[in-house]
């Protein structure tokens, strides 16, 4: 391991602004210990060791006027999360303590840290990979539970150590080839077909990974779902029903200026932002303006669309340019308010809506909702390859990474069959 040394030290509020019981500002960097000692005044004069809470009363360096009574924790390099000397200061969780905790930190000498900058340090100071820098912030931003999961298992090294395997495959076949080319005479026959078979067992590999970079994505980002259907055919009922026992999850979240996302859901794990559609707000101004364009493009901007009708009723050409309007995109069909009967009847649009799925709902009486919502997902699980708890979520630079070492591949396989012919 390497230690980057450098020469500032960083303080940041590490705790989100707002009100809490607890406020922690964190300080990275060689002179962190000393800004313990200016700062703090420990209650019962303990000295500061290494990973041991202390309680005592932080305060202005120069004023010396108190600011909270904390508790400190220091923790020595290289035992801490940047590989660094690290204080950290548990004050009281309001605004106005720690900004003024952070600035009496300034002026006593300490940088306000940049968005970041402690994962950097413990990245620079080989604490962690570059794979697992990148899941602590996919483990901050999670959405759901079993997104945090897996940021989790890439910060706990899974990426990092499925690579090294294909590394580790790669250098021995590299090693062999090497080893035939120079020592000819003195080795046994080289068999360039095991050695082709290894090459395509790693491509193979590799091919997995890449695609699993879009339900990576999906983690990340949420799966964007627009629920299009004419007027009062239930997508508002839909969209609460949805969102039931849900809501628990940030709302009103705003969007790019194409999108407005009113909603976010946790779909059996997977998130889910809900965009708001002309047609999910009543299209006050008539049927006949169902606001076709406006659907179109809530219809690109999603990764799914769901596709509402009423199945009580039959398909009338509103519905059917609402389908038409869709193809070629991912989506399900959903016929409402079943609880009414079913009179809707897909037959003539089975080429446009070919492989969605189609599912049956009363979004009034709360039927066929979670049948809705496992169906959503394990539609978007095949296509996006987000297999069980081992998935790997691969993000758009270990992709294009991945790509590229596979290219590579295929170019060496391409050589042994050239040599072949
Ligand atoms: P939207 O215009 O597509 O958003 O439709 P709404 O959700 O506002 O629903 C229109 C009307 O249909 C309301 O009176 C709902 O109560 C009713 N509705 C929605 N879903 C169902 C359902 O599954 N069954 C029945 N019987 N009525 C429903």
Redesign the pocket.
């Known amino acids: 391991m390497f230690h980057v040394k450098h020469s500032d030290t960083i303080a940041a509020i590490a705790t989100p602004l707002g009100v809490g019981g607890v406020g922690i500002i964190r300080v990275s960097g060689k002179g962190s210990l000393a800004l313990l000692q200016q700062l703090f005044s420990p209650s019962n004069g303990d000295k500061a060791e290494s990973h041991r809470m202390i309680h005592g009363w932080l305060a202005e360096p120069e004023s010396g006027q108190k600011i909270d009574e904390i508790l400190a924790c220091y923790m020595k390099s290289p035992k801490s999360y940047t590989g660094e000397d690290i204080v950290e200061f548990y004050c009281h969780g309001g605004m106005a303590v720690l900004q003024r905790a952070l600035k009496a930190l300034i002026s006593a000498g300490a940088r306000q840290a940049q968005k970041g900058e402690f994962t950097k340090r413990a990245f620079l100071n080989g604490r962690l990979d570059l794979a697992q820098a990148e899941a602590v912030l996919d483990l901050i931003k999670a959405g759901t539970e079993v997104g945090a999961g897996y940021a989790v298992g890439q910060l706990e090294g899974r990426l990092s150590r499925v690579i090294a395997g294909l590394r580790a495959m790669l250098v021995s076949a590299q090693a062999e080839l090497e080893a035939a080319i120079d020592f000819s005479d003195d080795l046994p026959d080289f068999d360039g077909r095991s050695l082709a078979a290894r090459l395509l067992q790693i491509s193979q590999d590799m091919a997995g990974l890449i695609r699993s970079a879009s339900g990576g994505r999906l983690f990340r980002q949420g799966l964007a779902m627009a629920i299009v259907?004419k007027?009062?055919?239930?997508?508002?009922?839909l969209l609460n029903a949805l969102l039931g026992e849900d809501r628990a999850l940030v709302a009103g979240t705003p969007g790019t200026t194409r999108d407005t996302i009113i909603e976010s859901i946790d779909l059996n794990g997977l998130p889910v932002r809900l965009i708001d559609t002309a047609?999910?707000r009543?299209a006050e101004d008539g049927v006949e303006k169902l606001g076709v364009e406006r659907t179109s493009r809530e219809i690109d901007s999603a990764d799914v669309v769901l596709v509402m009708v009423d199945a009580s009723s039959g398909l009338d050409s509103l519905d059917k340019e609402v389908i038409h309007r869709t193809a070629g995109a991912r989506g399900v069909i959903v016929l409402?308010?079943i609880?009414?009967g079913l009179k809707a009847n897909l037959g003539s649009l089975s080429d446009e809506i070919k492989g969605w799925p189609v599912f049956q709902?009363?979004?009034?009486?709360g039927q066929g909702i979670n049948e809705l919502k496992a169906g959503i997902f394990s539609y978007v699980s095949s296509w996006a390859e987000i297999k069980g708890k081992d998935y790997i979520m691969v993000n758009a630079r270990h992709r294009e990474c991945l790509v590229r070492a596979n290219e590579a591949l295929a170019r060496a396989q391409q050589a042994y069959l050239d040599g072949m012919a």
């Open positions: 259907g007027p009062n055919v239930g997508k508002s009922s047609g999910l009543k409402n308010k609880d009414l709902t009363s979004a009034l009486y």
